[in-house]
C-alpha cells in the first residue's frame, strides 16, 4: 500500500530514531493542501486519496484523533511529526513479536506460528499471500522497513489487531442466541469499548428481532402445529394468524425475546472471560479449540439463566388471543397450574443443540475465511463488509441446520402443555413420535420461515449496529 514511500519519504535503510525530520516535512508538505502549516482532517484524507493510500473513514478519523494533541481540531508539524514516530515505535513491537528467529525478517512460516498462538490457523499459502501484499523487493520476506512503510499510516498497534479483519462481529444477530461471544482485546476492556459494543450489538438485535417477528412467530406455530394432519405453509399461517388475532399478534412474544438479549448478553460475556481463564495459562493466547469449548459453556451458562423466559417467549407465540395478557401474567399462570418445573421444559435439548451449532458455525466460518484467502486474497487481507457479512450468515446458517431437529424438539416439549389431548413426553419420546408420525422432514417444520428471516435479520442488525457504533463512539480497529 505505501511502498511509493520507499525512496520518497523514508530513507530505506535508516532505523526509526535516525529518521531525518525534514523527511516528514516533504511528507507534511504533501498533506498540508491550503500550506497554512497545519492540517485538518479533509485535507488527511484528501490528501492521503492523492497519495494513493486511502485508508477508509473510520481508521484516517483515528489517525487524526491520536495525532491531535491539544484537540484543536488541526494537527500542526510538531503534532504529525510525534505521531508516526510513536506509531512507528508501535509497529517496530509488532514486527518483533512476528520475527521469531530474531533475523530481521519475517517469513511465511513465522506468520503462521504466530497467527497460531493468536487462535487463528491459516496455511502457508494462505501466509505467502500476506507476505506478498506487504513485500516491496519480491524475496517473500519482508524487512522491518518494508513492514514499516506499509504499515506507516494504519492505525492498527499490534498484531492482534492486524488480524482483527476476521473477527466474528457480535453486531450480527440472527434471532439464535447460541454464537460464541466475540474477543475483545486489553485495550478494548480498559477504554469501556468492549460494553459499547455489547450495548451497539444488543440494540441492533432488539431491532432486528423486532423487524423479523412475524417470521419467527410463524416458525413456531409450524413447529408446534404443523404436523401432517394439520399441514400449515407460510401463506396459510400468516393468514391464521392475522384472522385469529389481527396484526398486531404477528408480534407476540417478540418482547419477551428482545428483553432477555441484556441478561443473556451479560451473563454469557461474563461466563466466557471465567470459562477462558479457566482453560488457559495466565498470558496465553486462547486457541480456536479453547475458544470453543469456553464460548459453548458460556453460551449453556447463559442459557440456564434465561431459559425460563424462553419458555414464556414459545407460551406467548402459541397462546391464543386473550389468553394471556403479557409476559408476567404468563408466567404467573404457569407457576400456578404447571408449577416450576414447567419453566425448565425442553431444557436438555436446547443444551444439547447448542454443542452442534456453535462447532459447525465455528468450523464454516474458518472454512470460508481458508477459501476467501485461498482463492481471492490479492493485494490485502481485509476481506470487506460483505464478505464478512456473507460468511457469518452462511456459517450461522449451518450452525442452525445443524441444530434445528433439537431447536423443533424443544419448543414442542415447551408448548405441549398448552395442546389438549397433547401427551407430555420428554425428548426421546417426541423425538420417536415425529420420525414415526411425520417422518424426517417432520424434525424440520417451519425451517423455510426460519430462513427467510436470515438475510434481513443481518442486513438490518449490521445497519443498525454500525449506527450505534458511530453513536456511542466506538472506535474502529
Known sequence: MLRWLRGFVLPTAACQDAEPPTRYETLFQKLDRNGDGVVDISELQ???RSLGIPLGQDAEEKIFTTGDVNKDGKLDFEEFMKYLKDHEKKMKLAFKSLDKNNDGKIE?????????ILG???SEQQAELILRSIDADGTMTVDWNEWRDYFLFNPVTDIEEIIRFWKHSTGIDIGDSLTIPDEFTEDEKKSGQWWRQLLAGGVAGAVSRTSTAPLDRLKVMMQVHGSKSAKMNIYGGFRQMVKEGGIRSLWRGNGTNVIKI???????????EQYKKLLTEEGQKIGTFERFVSGSMAGATAQTF???MEVLKTRLAVGRTGQYSGMFDCAKKILKYEGMGAFYKG???????????????????????????????????????????????????CGQLASYPLAL????????????????????????????KEGLPGLYRGITPNFMKVL????????????MKQTLGVTQK
Open 262 to 272: 441484556a441478561p443473556e448478553t451479560a451473563v454469557k460475556f461474563w461466563a466466557y
Open 108 to 116: 511465511a512460516s513465522e506468520i503462521v506460528q504466530s497467527l497460531q
Open 120 to 122: 487463528l490457523t491459516i
Open 306 to 308: 434465561i431459559y425460563p
Open 409 to 436: 424438539v424443544r419448543t414442542r416439549m415447551q408448548a405441549q402443555a398448552m395442546i389438549e389431548g397433547s401427551p407430555q413426553l420428554n425428548m426421546v419420546g417426541l423425538f420417536r413420535r415425529i420420525i414415526s
Open 46 to 48: 484528501e490528501g492521503l
Open 347 to 397: 431444557y436438555v435439548p436446547n443444551l444439547l443443540g447448542i454443542i452442534p451449532y456453535a462447532g459447525i458455525d465455528l468450523a464454516v466460518y474458518e472454512l470460508l475465511k481458508s477459501h476467501w484467502l485461498d482463492n481471492f486474497a490479492k493485494d490485502s487481507v481485509n476481506p470487506g463488509v460483505m464478505v464478512l457479512l456473507g460468511c457469518g450468515a452462511l456459517s450461522s446458517t
Open 456 to 467: 434481513p435479520a443481518v442486513g438490518i442488525s449490521y445497519v443498525v449496529y454500525e449506527n
